[in-house]
């Protein structure tokens, strides 16, 4: 299928997911679905590939995390992005951040962020008070890689960070 593509995903330890979730369920509570993917981990997307490269990609999460030690990041922002569509928490933009994604492609405009809610302009400026009223900023790690495929989601592999995930 033409749509369907691989992506890689740096995943957070228990307690930056738990913060993260708890942001994302208060817009939950108040009545925000929203259209982005539910059920899978709290993340910042590090790249998307063509699915043939499903075994490659395997091995090479394998190897690096046996190679990368998970790594701290500070979440200190909030924001919308995608003609206003696309709420976010981010984490700051750090070295070790920047040379994980340097892994799965260029890091030159790329923004790092947790998708919150996805929806029109009017709703995403409605549900951001909920997320500002949630949010300070926090230290959490980045503890994981997992390997998706999108629609439908599929999980595929998920390796902590210092691990070799054989």
Known sequence: M?????????GYDDDTEARL???QNKLYEKGFSGVHTKNIPQHTTLGSFP?????ELVDM???LAAKT??????????????GSKVLFVAPDATQ?????????????????????????????LQ???????????????????????FWPTRHILTV???ESGK
């Open 2 to 10: 033409a749509d369907k593509a691989l992506y890689i995903l740096a």
């Open 21 to 23: 979730a708890g942001i």
């Open 51 to 55: 699915t043939e490269k499903e075994q």
């Open 61 to 63: 999460l394998r190897d």
């Open 69 to 82: 030690e998970a790594f701290d990041v500070t979440f200190s922002h909030v924001g919308i992005f995608g």
């Open 96 to 124: 070790k951040l920047l040379e994980l994604k340097e892994c799965f492609g260029d890091s030159f405009g790329w923004a790092p962020h947790t998708t919150m809610l996805i929806d029109e302009p009017e709703t995403i």
């Open 127 to 149: 549900a951001l008070p909920t997320v500002l009223e949630n949010f300070t900023s926090f230290g959490g790690k980045v503890a994981y890689l997992h390997l998706y495929e």
């Open 160 to 162: 902590k960070l210092g």
